[in-house]
């Protein structure tokens, strides 16, 4: 282990990182200040567009990245003391419909005709920021980190409009300056321009950027020279109070129904020109977009994105360290709890919470963060404060080096709460080497943890190290993972314990020559992952050769041949239905067929189907069908079911001296009708029904919108939970809340 660990850090020192001159710097936008007014209206007959040069030499960035786009788009942009303005004519290949999926905000880019716009405002091709819209005029934003991720969950006020012709879609927008972080007396920040067409088939951006990489690659933006520096950032202060009334009723427990009134709100105050301080007294998360429900058939506890704003804004800097499994710090830990009965996250009291993150400059980041929760007497939940520091050094071109520190407090007063297994505190420091090239074909990381509790009892450590490449052709990776027995990071995400991991991955993709076909690429990869405990036992590995392929439609498909070997480290309940648990020691092994089908997006009837057959822990058999149908009433909405079903049949389950063995079967259903209806860009309608027979439970969630200014919203949400044998409820809730977003 050491010497592949020891490899992977020769191997990072090889790898090209020095600061050069950026890839796409001669692609060069001027902005100039307008004394005029801009109307944002969607019509561009403002002297501004009319003064603005336009940028329109687009290139194709997939099915091909080495053509001029088939479809022409016009970009203008210009400012003045209080905003950016940006205007976009996207011409169509030949008149006809859009193809919009609702006009709801950050829509799925991939089923939605879209202009979007990249901004990295530090110039440091890692952070920044997205705007954007779809053909219909709903908005698209989110922060950006690590060179390309986009936040989506991020929103923030601004103003937009589409407009149509014949041949042609208009978008205009207004940015607030005190929307984005950006450095005073400075004349170049980091841009590109994206445009997806789905009609035309084709994704294009002004500044190329490789098939391989999505549009958002910071490390291929453009260059936007201003004639004069964007206003020094000024006083940038935005109150946001909030006012909700709701009823509560818990038939499960028979109490009687409680009326909630409640108030509280956040205040976000811009520092300095980078760094942005988030605080928030008496949070409430109810208008916040219920989980997707998982059937559970492994091992381990499922992951769970977050999606509430507090949290949101550098995300990167608190819950990017570690890796998909091993993640120190989880913010969902916070103000949220699992309730066992129905599978469903349900909210805990938070006091308050203030968060300090951002740029110290351009090549330092920092984030605190402090939160207080309430003690919950009849659940034995102590007061708690949980806590975060990170601070995070650029390298070379695009890499960086962090160290981090979260601590959690717990104030234990109650025989109760010590019973319910609460220590005073739980601490975890560790530190990550994050490698990225300037032209993004190598990636790395380099991550090392340790926790510190009471209960230390040795082993309580994690690290992890990857280093992957990805050309037009070929990808390359191997990732690693040690996992100490006791690493307990109780304000983290970790799955599982005691265990090496070692993952190599290869894939070559296949690029039609022919540009007449219907074939978009095809890619044919082959992984396999290993585990042992730290007492050198081999306990697991899965193992699979994947064909993949995308139409030009973007329709998908796929065929997977998979093995997987588990030797039990504890007593298992494969069927998940309080059967006799398989024994800790034996050894499972089987085959399975994976096969998926999308349908294209383009389609107003849309769907996806995923299906597996194959061997199942005990010499048992599992199937498992997914299908997700949806029909849309373009731009106004659209009505969708998703259906996963897994039969698991004639696991053999151990007999004792008393019992003997058998052959035990189970079946799982998760059904999601969900309906989306947006009447206009400002009002919307959601319900989204989920029954989960593995938890046994029924869910309708139900929630109107209207956002009667930028970023000012009213919510109306309902939620049921039944028994779904007899449809029994088991607690209602109805929910009346309030938003204001204030700029002073």
């Known amino acids: 282990m050491k010497r592949i660990f020891l490899i992977l850090c020769f191997l990072s020192c090889l790898i090209p990182t020095i600061q050069a001159q950026k890839i796409n710097d001669k692609f060069q936008m001027h902005i100039q200040k307008t004394t005029g007014k801009v109307v ?359 890499s960086n080096i962090g160290a981090y520190m979260v601590n959690k407090e717990s104030f234990i007063d109650t025989d109760l709460q010590k019973s319910n297994g609460y220590q005073p505190y739980n601490r975890d420091v560790g530190f990550e080497y994050n490698l990225a090239s300037k032209d993004n074909f190598w990636t790395g990381s380099l991550f090392y943890s340790k926790t510190i509790s009471p209960l230390n009892e040795g082993n309580d450590f994690s690290q992890a190290a990857s280093l992957a490449y990805a050309d037009n052709n070929w990808a390359f990776s191997i990732k690693q993972q040690w996992v100490g027995e006791h690493y307990n990071p109780e304000v983290g995400y970790v799955p599982r314990l005691n265990y090496l991991q070692i993952q190599p991955e290869a894939a070559k993709i296949f690029y039609p020559k022919n540009k007449n076909t219907n074939l978009f690429y095809t890619s044919l990869k082959l992984m396999t992952m290993s585990y042992w405990n730290n007492q050198g036992t081999y306990t697991d590995n899965t193992s699979y050769v994947a064909y993949d392929g995308t139409m030009k439609d973007r329709s998908t498909f796929g065929l997977y041949l998979s093995y997987d070997f588990v030797k039990l480290l504890y007593d298992f309940d494969a069927t998940r239905m309080g059967n006799t648990a398989l024994k800790r020691g034996t050894e499972h092994d089987w085959y399975a067929v994976n096969a998926r089908y999308g349908s294209s997006p383009i389609k107003l009837f849309t769907y996806a189907l995923t299906s597996r057959f194959g061997g199942y822990f005990g010499n048992g058999w599992r199937t498992g069908l997914t299908a997700d149908i949806g029909y849309r009433f373009q731009p106004y909405g659209s009505v969708s079911v998703a259906v996963d079903y897994n039969d698991i049949q004639d696991v053999e389950i151990p007999g004792t001296d008393k019992m003997l063995a058998k052959k035990v079967s189970s079946q799982f259903w998760i059904i999601r009708p969900k309906i989306d209806i947006t009447f206009t860009n400002k009002l919307f309608f959601a319900t989204f029904f989920q029954l989960n027979q593995q938890t046994k439970n029924v869910n309708l969630n139900a929630r109107l919108q209207w956002r009667y200014k930028p970023a000012s919203d009213l919510f109306l949400v309902y939620t049921d939970n039944y028994f779904p044998e007899i449809m029994q409820i088991r607690n209602r809730a109805i929910v009346l809340k309030l938003n204001y977003w204030l700029n002073l």
């Open 40 to 398: 944002i209206d969607g019509v561009l007959n403002e002297q501004a567009w009319f003064d603005a040069a336009a940028v329109s030499d687009f290139m194709m960035c997939n099915p091909f990245d080495s053509l001029c786009a088939q479809v022409r788009t016009d970009v203008k942009m210009s400012y003045d003391d209080k905003y950016i303005y940006i205007s976009a004519e996207c011409f169509l290949k030949e008149p006809g419909a859009f193809v919009v999926e609702s006009m709801k905000r950050d829509f799925s880019f991939g089923v939605n005709d879209n202009f979007l716009v990249f901004i990295d405002t530090f110039e440091d091709k890692t952070t920044g920021f997205a705007f954007g819209a779809n053909a219909a005029g709903a908005q698209w934003d989110g922060q950006m980190s690590e060179g390309a991720k986009v936040n989506l969950n991020w929103d923030n006020k601004w103003e937009s409009a589409t407009t149509y012709k014949r041949d042609s879609w208009i978008f205009e927008a207004a940015i607030p300056f005190k929307s984005i972080r950006y450095k005073d007396n400075i004349k170049r920040w980091g841009i590109n321009f994206s445009r997806y067409d789905l009609k035309a088939k084709e994704k294009s951006a002004w500044a190329p950027v490789p098939r391989q990489f999505p549009t958002a690659s910071l490390a291929y933006a453009g260059v936007l020279v201003w004639e004069t520096p964007p206003p020094a950032p000024k006083k940038n202060i935005s109150i946001i109070p909030y006012g909700l009334s709701g009823l509560t009723a818990n038939y499960e427990s028979k109490d009687a129904a409680v009326m909630r009134n409640q108030v509280g709100g956040d205040i976000k105050v811009a520092i300095n020109s980078g760094l942005n301080l988030d605080m928030t007294l008496n949070p409430d998360f109810s208008q916040v977009d219920v989980d997707r429900q998982q059937t559970n058939l492994d091992r381990f506890e499922l992951f769970y994105p977050e999606k509430r704003q507090f949290f949101i804004e550098n995300s990167d800097l608190f819950d990017g360290f570690g890796t998909d499994n091993i993640r120190p710090f989880f913010s969902r830990r916070i103000g949220l709890a699992l309730n066992p009965k129905t599978g469903i996250y349900e909210q805990t009291p938070i006091t308050y919470g203030a968060r300090v993150s951002g740029k110290l400059n351009p090549d330092w980041r920092i984030g605190a963060l402090n939160v207080q929760s309430q003690r919950i007497d009849a659940k034995g939940v102590p007061t708690q404060n949980y806590s975060m520091v990170a601070l995070q050094r650029k390298l070379f071109a695009r």
